[in-house]
Each structure stands twice: as C-alpha cells, then as structure tokens.
C-alpha cells in the first residue's frame, strides 16, 4: 500500500466549478500535511498547509480528519489558471528532518 | 534570482556514464534534500543534509548514488554507471526550518 494515496484523476471541469481532492495516509503517526501545486514540467510550490481545525485560503479550503487519515482540498469557483496537478504531502517523520512524502498527485484541468 | 538552482537544467547520458548535478539552494537555507521524480508520480524523497552533514539516506539511494553538501552551501549528486531506470527529473529542496522551495530540477535521460 502507498504511503499516501490520491484519486490522480483526471477532473476536467469548468469555470466556475466546484472541485473536491481526497487524499489518504497510512502512517498515523504523520506530523504535518500539505497540497502542493505542480504545473506540467515545472517544479511543485507549496500551496497551503493543512491544519486539524481545517484552514481557508480564498478560494481554497483544507481539511485534516487524523482519525481517518483523510486530507482534502476544496477548489471553488475554478479559474482555468488552477489547471495543474495537485499533491498531497505527508511529513510522517516526528523528528527535525522534514523529509516529505508525497501522493502521485491528482491532475485537473479547467474548461472554459 | 533568489531561488534554488539547479545544473544542468537537462542531460542526456548514454547507459554506463557518470552523471553529477549541482544545486544551489536559497542562500540562508541550512537544510537541503535531494528528490526524484518520474512522469506519473510524485516526488521520492533520495537524501537529506543539514549544513555539510547528510543525516538521511532513502533506501532509493542505491551504491551508484552518492551525495555531497561540502561547505554546507551548494550540494552535487552523482549517478554511477547509469541506468535507463535512472531516467528521471532530479529536484532540489531548501528549507531553513519550515517549507521547502523546489528548484527547477534536473532532467536527466538515459539512452
């Protein structure tokens, strides 16, 4: 089983959508979660952490269920520049090395 | 640019060639790690330093796989006696203690 898992898609939608990413993780023991953004042969950018209180960044939300070992990342009202790939990223290391391991990611594409 | 750079930005190498990188992380950045990354996947982490020390080796480092950070500054990754299945895209990361900034990577192609 994969460290951690994602649906890779792809999700094409159009502008304007609404569009829901689930990611899981096997190690329960995993510290700190991100989405990071990767466009097609470009290098991954952070996009936001994910907090246990669930975070909100304009027009992106994040949420963590621990008991699970869920992540999610809601897009809404997509614009075509949200085409790219999106990674889950587990730190499931407790220590100070921040070595991250990441979901084979889920690909979207926004229409017009 | 303030950002980490890597060298080349793509190598093609025939199977049985030695190929070396070179990264250049953010200049305040004590902690760097070195990524591979195949078409389809996410990045796999390969190898961590912090300063000059590397502190830890993924099981995907084989022996043809060596790292180095020297001074603590700029790091190089070898590859031995390469691989098709070395064929891959090679990420930097830098942090100084939270998020890691990727550079453009390293395109390597193995004929």
């Known amino acids: 089983r994969k460290e951690v898992e994602q649906d890779p898609g792809p999700f094409n939608v159009p502008e304007g959508a609404t569009v829901a990413f689930n990611c899981t993780y096997s190690?329960?023991?995993?510290?700190?979660f991100f989405w990071y953004r990767q466009d097609c042969r470009k290098e991954p950018k952070l996009l936001m952490s994910?907090?246990?209180s669930g975070n909100e960044d304009g027009r992106f939300t994040a949420q963590l269920n621990r008991a699970s070992q869920y992540i999610s990342l809601l897009i809404r009202d997509s614009k075509l520049s949200d085409s790219a790939t999106y990674l889950c990223?587990?730190?499931?290391?407790?220590?100070?090395?921040?070595?991250?391991?990441f979901g084979s990611g889920t690909q979207l594409t926004v229409l017009p | 640019d303030t950002g980490v750079s890597q060298d080349p930005r793509h190598k093609i190498t025939k199977r049985g060639q030695n190929v070396t990188f070179r990264c250049d992380p953010i200049?305040?950045?004590?902690?760097l790690y070195w990524y591979r990354q195949t078409l389809g996947q996410g990045p796999e982490f390969l190898t961590y330093?912090?300063?000059?020390?590397?502190?830890?080796k993924s099981r995907l480092l084989s022996d043809r796989f060596s790292a180095e950070r020297p001074k603590g500054s700029f790091s190089t990754l070898e590859i031995q006696r390469t691989e098709q299945g070395d064929s891959a895209m090679y990420l930097c990361?830098?942090?100084?203690?939270?998020?890691?900034?990727f550079g453009p990577g390293t395109r390597l192609t193995v004929t």
């Open positions: 990223v587990v730190n499931p290391s407790s220590g100070s090395a921040r070595q991250l391991t």
């Open positions: 994910v907090y246990s």
């Open positions: 200049s305040e950045h004590n902690r």
């Open positions: 990361a830098s942090s100084k203690r939270g998020e890691q900034y």
């Open positions: 190690n329960s023991a995993s510290q700190s």
């Open positions: 330093f912090q300063n000059e020390a590397q502190l830890e």
